[in-house]
């Protein structure tokens, strides 16, 4: 059973690409002719871009792409396309009673995705949540074992959403590489340990995309938690990630989805400059200044917390 802990706050590392660290080194000449060593953070930002219709948008360079931080402008130091990145995956499937019926198809789709989506750079672990949240399997590669904390589910009773996500967010900060939290639910959280706000600063102080799954158990409105539901999505869009609801596809269509924004995703980075003083929170933004605004959706997190928490075991 995992419980949430209070986190330290001390820069942390990031690990992209060819062993780059958030840290670059930036070497200032002072006037007596001094070098000078500052350590100056890289920020990394994952893009997703869709046309109107929702298809996929490949193709698209350095050049295109604008950043700013705080509404400045800034440079971008890092581009990649279809990023081959770690992916760090948690998996983190209600259980709660509400969901039992589903239970069967639950583990035997996300078996399916587990096993068309891992590489073997990446790792993958596996969170259960009902009145608390369990970890079923800790990251590994290893698709069996996966499996094998897939058929451990069980779960009843309430549904601690909050919980799962803050401590996922937790555990997946201390990982390098992309880092994706998979919630599949019903919607609602009735546990009231963590709340909303929290859940939420917990994954973006972690650099977290969250991908909501939401599997309703009925169609009409009645019955159905819709505030939950559209939590799922805010928390989806606030970091980056995206929401499904598993209608006629099913969660194997779902699963299909979250896979293929996976291997579409553009890496921005950028060693930040001219930083307002003061600020923890710094907000994003990532235009295509030669479209117009309508011509394409993209899709980023909102920004970063400029005191996150360290690494620690």
Same mark, same amino acid.
């Given at each position: 059973?995992?419980?949430?802990?209070?986190?330290?706050?001390?820069p942390r590392?990031f690990f992209l690409?060819a062993?780059?660290?958030?840290y670059?080194?930036?070497f200032?000449?002072a006037q007596?002719?001094?070098?000078?060593?500052m350590?100056?953070?890289?920020v990394?930002?994952?893009?997703?871009?869709?046309?109107?219709n929702?298809?996929?948008?490949?193709?698209?360079?350095?050049?295109?792409?604008?950043?700013?931080?705080?509404?400045?402008?800034?440079?971008?130091?890092?581009?990649?396309?279809?990023?081959?990145?770690?992916?760090?995956?948690t998996?983190a499937i209600?259980?709660?009673?509400s969901?039992?019926?589903?239970?069967?198809?639950?583990?035997e789709a996300?078996k399916r995705?587990?096993?068309?989506l891992?590489?073997?750079?990446?790792?993958?672990?596996?969170?259960?949540?009902?009145?608390?949240?369990?970890e079923?399997?800790?990251?590994?590669?290893? !698709?069996a074992?996966?499996?094998? %904390?897939?058929?451990r589910?069980?779960?009843?009773?309430?549904? +601690? =959403?909050y919980d #799962?996500i803050?401590?996922g967010s937790?555990?997946?900060?201390?990982?390098?590489?992309?880092?994706?939290? !998979?919630l599949v639910?019903d919607? %609602?959280d009735?546990?009231?340990?963590?709340?909303y706000?929290? +859940? =939420?600063?917990? #994954?973006?102080r972690d650099e977290?995309?969250?991908?909501?799954?939401?599997d309703?158990?009925?169609e009409?409105?009645?019955?159905r938690?819709? %505030?939950g539901?559209?939590?799922l999505i805010?928390?989806?869009?606030?970091?980056?990630g995206?929401?499904f609801?598993?209608?006629?596809?099913?969660?194997?269509?779902?699963?299909t989805?979250?896979s293929?924004?996976l291997r579409?995703?553009?890496?921005?980075?950028?060693?930040?400059?001219h930083?307002?003083?003061?600020?923890?929170?710094?907000r994003?933004?990532?235009?295509?200044?030669?479209?117009?605004?309508?011509?394409f959706?993209?899709?980023y997190?909102?920004?970063?917390?400029?005191?996150s928490?360290?690494k620690s075991?």
């Amino acid at each position: 059973m995992l419980r949430r802990a209070t986190p330290a706050r001390t820069p942390r590392a990031f690990f992209l690409a060819a062993a780059l660290s958030v840290y670059g080194a930036l070497f200032v000449v002072a006037q007596d002719g001094m070098t000078l060593r500052m350590d100056v953070k890289l920020v990394n930002v994952f893009v997703n871009v869709t046309d109107p219709n929702g298809a996929i948008v490949g193709g698209l360079t350095r050049q295109d792409f604008a950043v700013a931080e705080d509404n400045r402008p800034q440079d971008i130091a890092v581009f990649e396309r279809e990023s081959e990145l770690p992916l760090n995956l948690t998996l983190a499937i209600d259980t709660s009673a509400s969901t039992y019926k589903d239970r069967n198809i639950e583990q035997e789709a996300s078996k399916r995705f587990v096993h068309a989506l891992l590489r073997p750079q990446d790792q993958m672990s596996i969170l259960e949540f009902d009145t608390f949240v369990s970890e079923l399997t800790p990251f590994t590669n290893k !698709v069996a074992q996966i499996d094998h %904390g897939l058929d451990r589910m069980r779960g009843e009773g309430g549904t +601690a =959403l909050y919980d #799962a996500i803050y401590l996922g967010s937790q555990r997946l900060g201390k990982k390098d590489g992309r880092k994706v939290l !998979v919630l599949v639910s019903d919607g %609602g959280d009735t546990v009231k340990s963590t709340t909303y706000s929290q +859940a =939420l600063e917990q #994954a973006l102080r972690d650099e977290v995309m969250i991908y909501s799954i939401i599997d309703v158990p009925i169609e009409a409105s009645a019955g159905r938690d819709l %505030g939950g539901e559209h939590a799922l999505i805010a928390l989806a869009e606030q970091t980056g990630g995206k929401s499904f609801y598993a209608g006629a596809g099913g969660l194997d269509k779902a699963f299909t989805q979250v896979s293929e924004d996976l291997r579409t995703q553009y890496v921005l980075g950028y060693y930040p400059h001219h930083q307002e003083p003061g600020r923890t929170f710094h907000r994003l933004s990532v235009t295509i200044p030669r479209a117009a605004n309508e011509a394409f959706n993209i899709r980023y997190r909102t920004g970063y917390y400029a005191d996150s928490p360290a690494k620690s075991d």
